[in-house]
């Protein structure tokens, strides 16, 4: 079995991509498995692509085991993008009630067809001996008028896909339609070429 560590101190997003990547028969080691644990990196790249590989470096540095890091975030077509890789700290609280609260306000007035957005995720994997990659998963979907159910994380309560919203589904619905999922497909698929 293949020993990854997941370059994340957020207990979610740590949970949603190690029941993604347990069953795929990989060894999931968590930054607080590693003695003297795994730094907070600061997120100073200007793409999902770039804050990836920042935190899969310092993750593979730490513990001498392969790194795999997500970054992610919403991105709303009417915001030109916003608030992108600025998801988590999108409010300047770091509190998702926040963050779903000030998206509603600068979204007020706009009908359905321009609430247009879609989930970014993008995965890095980086090894001891400098190889990298990355791989980047969306899912489409829109923003609702208010808040729907009280599962998933984040902006989860805000986005409604083809398949429902985010926050009425559960986590198994969830992992099989996500930007997540959909991005570990990918890291799967390319990985292959690197193991």
């Keep these: 079995m293949d020993r990854f560590i997941v370059a994340?101190?957020?207990?979610?997003?740590?949970?949603?991509?190690?029941?993604?990547?347990?069953?795929?028969?990989?060894?999931?080691?968590?930054?607080s498995d590693i003695l003297g644990g795994v730094p907070d990196v600061e997120e100073t790249g200007t793409t999902f692509e770039e804050n990836a590989l920042l935190k899969a470096r310092s993750a593979c540095e730490c513990s001498g085991f392969p790194a795999v890091a997500d970054d992610s975030g919403l991105c709303v077509d009417a915001l030109d993008g916003a608030p992108g890789i600025y998801s988590a700290r999108f409010a300047g609280t770091g509190l998702d009630e926040d963050n779903n609260v000030l998206l509603l306000e600068k979204l007020n007035g706009l009908p359905v067809e321009k609430r247009t957005a879609r989930f970014v995720s993008c995965i890095a994997c980086v090894f001891?001996?400098?190889r990298e990659f990355t791989v980047r998963?969306?899912?489409?979907?829109?923003?609702?008028?208010?808040?729907?159910?009280?599962?998933?994380?984040?902006?989860?309560?805000?986005?409604v896909t083809e398949f429902g919203c985010f926050g009425t589904m559960t986590a198994e619905e969830k992992d099989k339609v996500s930007h997540r999922h959909n991005a570990i497909v990918l890291f799967k698929e390319k990985l292959k070429d690197y193991i």
């Design 137 to 159: 998963g969306a899912c489409e979907g829109y923003i609702a008028t208010e808040p729907q159910g009280d599962g998933g994380f984040g902006y989860d309560p805000l986005f």
């Design 128 to 130: 001891p001996d400098g």
């Design 8 to 31: 994340s101190h957020n207990k979610k997003k740590l949970a949603e991509l190690t029941r993604i990547l347990k069953p795929m028969g990989f060894d999931v080691v968590c930054p």
